[in-house]
């Protein structure tokens, strides 16, 4: 399906351009249509990439948000709410953080 594709035009973005100061950015969004196929574990696995890259901006707070969804999905709410904390104590000023701190509360 149309994830698939965008997977592989991402990975082939990244084997093509190594290095690439928009990296981060294409593996978050491998990760995202991992997430969205339904292989959690793996989305989980890309997205702490994006999280040890440490790109600029709120990526790697959105990141560790995909973390957690991935983890919930997965039935791991302690997880999930790790990934949660991580977020609001390494980036509390993100885009995310407020929703981080609101599922926190649930």
Known sequence: GEYEEAEGRLRAFLAADPGSSLEADAIYWIA??????GRYREAIAEYRSVVDLRPPGDLAARALY???????????????????????????????AALARQRLQE
């Open 32 to 37: 995202e249509c991992l997430r969205a196929r």
């Open 66 to 96: 995909g973390i957690a969804l991935a983890w919930r999905s997965l039935g791991d709410d302690e997880a999930a709410r790790q990934a949660l904390s991580d977020l609001v104590r390494d980036f509390p000023a993100s885009d995310v």
